[in-house]
């Protein structure tokens, strides 16, 4: 019986597994697998791997639950590979990726890589809430970029969310243009990781700075420097929980 379900499976379903299981085992040795880095990065990988073999091969449910259950078996002290877990991986990628190329101004492949490291920052439960709670997709960064500004745990994030607190700011300054919000994301992703004495204001970033030049007006490009470098927590360092 076994020996049949295994013949149903795609043909490239065991080196998928395999480089999976490598991935894991990677992560464990460099960082516990606990709301940290390694693992969001992670269950990027697993997720990106899902949606490219289901377009390419055409995968449907049975063959990710069976993915699910492999994983669980080869890790069984890991928690985060429930079959709920893994379609959470998969609804991720998309949503930090497929929800942003689709809109009308779509972010670039260069820009999405970006925001994969960015997502990285925040903890995957705060991302479940994010994927959940927040439809629209440029809502979304700005929750993801005040997470990482404030340093909220999860219970204020959704509070946030409910109180429709994007809304109230807006009354007071718009929301900026996603590519700005993306760019000033990935400057505070860099201040959260190096602490820095200097009380000038550092320049933008050259990919920044070409990027917001071709894209956002000049008042755009004031707006998006009040908000990377006028932050409180510039240069500091903080811990998300």
Known sequence: MAKNRASLLPAGYGKFLEDIKQRVRAAQVRATLSASRE?????????????????????????????????????????????????????????WTADLKNLSQPVTDSEIEELSH??????????????????????????????????????????????RLHKREARRSPILPLRCLLHSQTSLNKSSRTHTSSTSSPSLPRHASASWNRDCSTTSRDSCSKWVWGSPLWGGRFTLK
């Not at 791997?49 to 994983?71: F, H, N, P, S, T």
């Not at 920052?121 to 439809?135: A, D, F, S, T």
């Open 118 to 163: 960015l997502v990285t920052e925040i903890p995957w439960g705060h991302n479940i809430v994010l994927i959940h709670k927040v439809r629209d997709p440029v809502t979304r960064v700005w929750y993801a970029r005040k997470t990482l500004e404030y340093g909220w745990s999860r219970a204020i994030l959704m509070a946030q969310i409910e109180s």
């Open 39 to 95: 693992l969001i990065a992670l269950y990027w990988d697993i997720g990106k791997g899902i949606i490219e073999r289901q377009r390419a091969e055409g995968w449907g449910k049975a063959v990710v639950e069976r993915l699910a259950k492999d994983l669980q078996k080869e890790f069984p002290g890991i928690t985060g590979f429930s079959s709920l877990n893994v379609w959470r991986m998969r609804a991720f990628y998309l949503a």
